[in-house]
């Protein structure tokens, strides 16, 4: 009887995994968050972590100059 229970508590616990599974991602506009690729950055100025002051111009290369930016749920 216990053995019944639990294999019919084993087989719900699948369908609902499957079910949910199952469900199509929510999809988000991200054309709407945030600048979009190729916009013009304002000049800004920052502290790297030895205590020296960069700004946007000095980190322009002969090409041009990449911004990546990392969020981190462990800070």
Known sequence: MMRMRL???IALLAVVAIGLS???PVAVD???IG???G???PAFTGVDQFGKTHTLASS???KGTMLVFFRSADW
């Open 39 to 41: 916009a013009t950055v």
């Open 7 to 9: 294999y019919g508590v």
């Open 30 to 32: 991200t054309t709407k």
């Open 35 to 37: 600048p979009q690729v």
């Open 60 to 62: 322009y290369g002969p």
């Open 22 to 24: 199952a469900q199509a």
